[in-house]
């Protein structure tokens, strides 16, 4: 499955400006990441996904036979009835899709949701990261086309957060619906998406697999120095960011840098941080002022 977006406009009133606005976009089978500062316009496109708001121009189209396509947004907490155990819960879920959720899919369920022997527990006695895994694999009840999950580890600790990424890795072994979903963990980005969309104003920036976004920053390597060691490099002549009380140099040539201002060792021993260039640097460098540009 993968959907065109051609020519779409999104706006709350006509006196606003579009909240949308987005020429030519291919969103493709997998797992697909979209970043963007708060205000980029994540949840606008997640809501006109599902059909809740209609855009003034432009059209959404699926490949395939069919141009219509399902959709299903998993919220990162859902209310939940004070005394539904695990298994109601998830015989419920499949209702509200229309379908009858049958013992064995029970079973899958709760297998793929790491709750074996929980399944007369009360949903609302499960921990945040095992009621969010719940309830992404009762989104697939009817097998939607889209799976949209906002922000589905915000607030989680790290090993909850690996938890529920080892879930969707699962769940896609079985599944061919696309997964789509918001995160400010550039790490999770990094690691479980084949697509990244990043919104600015409501417009698409730019698209790719994570390692071709960091490819296109054509940078070698990335330095954090303190600040008390920033006065011995030619800002002039280095791209950086502020960050705290650090100032973040992105090294294009490497070969000239440490030419200029000592080998890898010896800046490491002046309290030097050197590492590969990542997401973070993909989201920093589109979405922060540079301090100055070479």
């Known amino acids: 499955m993968s959907l065109t977006i051609d020519n779409l406009v999104v706006q709350y009133s006509k006196q606003s400006d579009p909240a949308l606005r987005i020429e030519h976009l291919e969103i493709y089978e997998g797992v697909i990441a979209v970043i963007g500062e708060n205000g980029a316009g994540k949840s606008t496109l997640f809501k006109t996904l599902q059909g809740f708001l209609l855009p003034s121009t432009g ?22 009835f004070e005394h539904v155990t695990v298994k109601e819960w998830i015989e419920f879920q499949g209702l509200l899709r229309g379908m009858e959720v049958s013992p064995s899919e029970i079973a899958t369920c709760v297998e793929h949701a790491q709750l074996q022997g929980k399944e007369k527990r009360l949903v609302n006695k499960l921990s945040g990261g095992q009621q969010r895994k719940l309830n992404l694999l009762c989104a697939s009840f009817g ?8 922000e589905p580890t915000a607030g989680l600790d790290q090993e909850a957060r690996k938890e529920y990424w080892t879930t969707v890795t699962a769940y896609r072994h079985t599944h061919s619906n696309t997964i789509l979903f918001s995160s400010h963990y550039m790490d ?8 990244v969309i990043l919104l600015s104003h409501g417009q698409v920036i730019s698209s790719g697999s994570p390692k071709e976004l960091i490819d296109n920053l054509h940078l070698e390597y990335v330095a954090t120095v303190p600040q008390q060691k920033v006065s011995l490099f030619n800002l002039n002549k280095i791209s950086y960011t502020i960050e705290g009380e650090h100032c973040v140099f ?45």
Do not use: W
């Not at 097998?143 to 999950?149: A, T």
């Not at 999770?188 to 697509?195: F, G, K, L, S, T």
């Open 143 to 150: 097998n939607p086309d889209l799976i949209i999950l906002d």
């Open 250 to 294: 992105y090294i294009a040539d490497a070969d000239g840098f440490f030419s200029t201002y000592g080998s890898m060792s010896e800046l490491i021993k002046q309290g030097v941080q050197l590492r590969l260039p990542d997401m973070s640097d993909v989201y920093t460098l589109h979405y922060k002022e540079r301090a100055h540009s070479a």
């Open 188 to 195: 999770e980005v990094e690691e479980n998406a084949d697509q």
């Open 59 to 80: 059209a959404i189209s699926k490949a395939g036979q069919s141009s219509k396509f399902s959709s299903v947004q998993v919220f990162q907490s859902e209310q939940c």
